[in-house]
């Protein structure tokens, strides 16, 4: 995982950048954000267009190209490590308007309430507002 940002209470913003932290991440949080990473992966993937044609050069700047065109997975943690809410943002953490961001908590549960605050400093950090009703997919009662 690559550092992004502090939140306030000694909490921090993480990208996640393999299938193997995606995948624990989806087994600590009880989620599935595992299968919407490797989804994205294989997306981004498919959109590489080596610049030479040598078989042995095929792979030169995929890795790149896959971290450029995916959608970015963040986890919040708490000081311990504990993980408290899960982010997917626009590629590059650009705002766009057309891409719907997700942030959900543990068993998918409404991060809002508890986890505001450093939900806002990872929207100050990428400059866009990511707010409840945009951000969260499920109903809320």
Same mark, same amino acid.
């Given at each position: 995982? %690559?550092?992004?940002?502090? =939140?306030?209470? !000694?909490?921090?913003?993480?990208?996640?950048? $393999? +299938?193997?932290? #995606?995948?624990?991440?989806?087994?600590?949080?009880r989620?599935?954000v595992?299968?919407?990473?490797?989804?994205?992966?294989?997306?981004?993937?498919?959109?590489? *267009? &080596? *610049?030479?044609? #040598?078989?042995?050069?095929?792979?030169? /700047?995929?890795?790149?190209?896959?971290? *450029?065109?995916? &959608?970015?997975?963040? $986890?919040?943690?708490a000081?311990?490590? $504990?993980?408290?809410?899960?982010?997917?943002?626009?590629?590059? !953490?650009? +705002?766009? %308007?057309?891409?719907?961001?997700?942030?959900?908590?543990?068993?998918?549960? +409404? &991060?809002?309430?508890?986890? !505001?605050?450093?939900?806002? =400093?990872? !929207?100050?950090?990428? /400059?866009?507002?990511?707010? *409840?009703?945009?951000?969260?997919?499920? %109903? %809320?009662?």
């Open positions: 995982m %690559r550092y992004v940002c502090d =939140a306030p209470n !000694g909490r921090t913003w993480f990208r996640m950048e $393999t +299938d193997a932290e #995606a995948a624990a991440e989806s087994e600590t949080m989620h599935a595992e299968k919407y990473f490797r989804k994205e992966q294989e997306k981004a993937a498919q959109s590489f *267009r &080596p *610049r030479s044609t #040598a078989n042995f050069e095929q792979e030169i /700047g995929l890795k790149a190209h896959i971290q *450029r065109e995916m &959608p970015l997975f963040l $986890t919040l943690r000081d311990d490590g $504990t993980p408290l809410a899960t982010a997917m943002l626009p590629p590059s !953490g650009k +705002d766009d %308007r057309s891409f719907r961001p997700i942030i959900v908590g543990p068993e998918n549960a +409404d &991060p809002y309430p508890e986890q !505001g605050d450093a939900i806002r =400093a990872l !929207g100050e950090y990428y /400059g866009m507002t990511l707010e *409840r009703a945009r951000c969260y997919p499920y %109903r %809320r009662d």
